[in-house]
């Protein structure tokens, strides 16, 4: 079988591509299955934590703000996502979205060199807050962070 987007240049924005879906799809399966247990999250004035509709809604539009930065730090044109279903009609919604959001990530990393994931070293050195290697960390971790704590409740519910 071949290896899977073998065409990328960049071994690192493959693997963190390839990770980021993998963590996303995990943390919508978690919020399902904390709906279907009836879990209910803290109580919070966080805008994101009111529902498990709305921090879904939050996972997969962070998924989308993410590509369009790496994008727009890396000059590559924008990818056509669309934006995230409102929240009302997400649940009926959200794998439809959330399959063509992933076919997205996988295609304008596909020429990305080494080089140009890693920051200036002059940028970096004057405190530059983000590089294209960070970003798409962070893009792996947030779904990670939120199916971590959704298991939680779960596990105590």
């Not at 247990?37 to 993410?66: F, K, M, N, W």
């Not at 990393?109 to 962070?138: I, R, S």
């Not at 962070?145 to 409740?153: I, Y």
Request: charged share 25%.
């Amino acid at each position: 079988m071949p290896e899977e987007l073998a065409h990328y240049r960049s071994r690192g924005a493959r693997a963190l591509v390839l990770l980021h879906e993998q963590q996303l799809r995990q943390c919508v399966e978690a919020v399902k299955q904390a709906k279907a247990q009836g879990v209910s999250l803290p109580v919070t004035a966080e805008e994101h934590y009111q529902s498990l509709d709305v921090l879904l809604h939050h996972i997969l539009r962070s998924a989308r703000i993410y590509l369009l930065r790496i994008c727009q730090n890396l000059e590559l044109p924008a990818p056509e996502i669309g934006p995230v279903p409102d929240v009302g009609d997400l649940p009926a919604q959200t794998d439809q979205y959330l399959d063509d959001l992933l076919a997205r990530w996988r295609l304008p990393l596909a020429a990305v060199t080494d080089a140009q994931m890693e920051p200036d070293p002059e940028l970096y050195f004057a405190g530059m807050p983000y590089w294209v290697d960070a970003m798409l960390e962070h893009a792996v971790m947030h779904p990670a962070r939120h199916e971590f704590q959704l298991r939680e409740l779960m596990r105590q519910a």
